[in-house]
């Protein structure tokens, strides 16, 4: 599901070419600017000389879960991992944003190291609530994923041109009531973006939707704002978020905000359930429901241009 252009402003032979590659099955699309025209690709097909690079997001593994939206999330994360060694493009860098583990458990931990050991990329992690629940702490997730992270793990990094920043909102977080940056975070990101050019392209990515998707669920971070307007002077700003297992976006001038699906199991859409949580399905529909996020970075183009691919899709 690209974004990187108004469909309304292409021409018509690149209306023809999103046809075409929305046809494609099994690729993602990505919007290239080559000579200052908005082009589409199959991932599989770009040019050479585009300047891009892949990454991927994967989130709500949640290793340990054992009830019947789906009995064996091992089995659904092993897939999402075999959809990410068969790209076209081999990604840069995986990003798991959060709920690795269900109960916060030595031995989840320790599974989830071993089957996310055999991805093709560096692993970048930020914990979920469900990865903080040893003493409210998150002593264990921080002993594994916390070296060289800042205050209860956030921290941020360059790669290929782009400014990665790692947000933590679940600290002291209660199901039902909206998550929080804290004071102690936002002076760190206020720092860290002084040394950030505004042409740089960002990518922030948090546990829970830094956007008020559904605050009776909790489906939101309640001093989000405050982390938005420090990001908008920045020409290209990409947030993504795990938390609520299935897709929801919105766009707010240069930031996108984009909401991944789970490994694991899926969650029913805001407020059509008494209460978030395990949503059961037909056992031939849940892999309709599961899925990663392939976000492609391409040199010259505003936005970032991201694709979800379900665990159904051929």
């Known amino acids: 599901m690209p974004h990187s252009t108004d469909p ?33 690709f199959a991932i599989d097909a770009l040019p050479e000389n585009a300047g891009h690079f892949l990454f991927v997001q994967i989130s709500d593994t949640h290793i340990g879960f054992n009830k019947p939206a789906n009995p064996d999330p091992i089995k659904t994360l ?78 941020s990094y360059d790669l290929a041109g782009v400014h990665f920043i790692a947000l933590v909102n679940v600290i002291g977080f209660d199901s039902g009531k909206e998550a929080s940056l804290g004071a102690e975070q936002l002076s760190w990101m206020q720092d860290d973006l002084r040394a950030v050019s505004h042409s740089t392209p960002i990518v922030v990515y948090a546990h829970i939707p830094l956007w008020d998707i559904y605050a009776p669920w909790g489906w939101g971070t309640t001093d989000a704002e405050v982390a938005v307007q420090m990001l908008r002077p920045y020409g290209s700003v990409t947030v993504l978020n795990g938390h609520i297992h299935q897709i929801q976006q919105k766009v707010e001038g240069n930031i996108t905000f ?57």
Request: charged share 20%.
């Open 8 to 40: 309304e402003t292409l021409t018509a032979p690149s209306r023809r070419n999103l046809l075409k590659c929305s046809a494609w099955a099994g690729t993602g699309i990505a919007w290239v600017m080559l000579g200052g025209i908005p082009r589409a």
């Open 78 to 155: 092993k897939e999402a991992i075999e959809k990410i060694k068969a790209l076209p493009i081999s990604p840069s860098l995986v990003l798991h944003t959060g709920d690795i583990t269900h109960l916060s458990r030595a031995a989840e931990f320790d599974t989830a190291a071993q089957l996310l050991g055999e991805l093709p990329a560096p692993v970048r992690y930020i914990p979920g609530e469900h990865d903080m629940l040893d003493e409210g702490t998150g002593k264990l997730y921080l002993e594994r994923y916390g070296k060289g992270t800042k205050g209860a793990g956030w921290y």
């Open 258 to 314: 984009h909401t991944a699906r789970g490994t694991a199991y899926p969650q029913p859409a805001p407020g059509a359930a008494p209460s978030p949580g395990p949503l059961t399905v037909p056992a031939e529909q849940l892999r309709t429901y599961l899925g990663i996020t392939n976000i492609l970075v391409s040199r010259g183009a505003k936005a970032l241009a991201i694709h979800d691919t379900a665990l159904a899709d051929i």
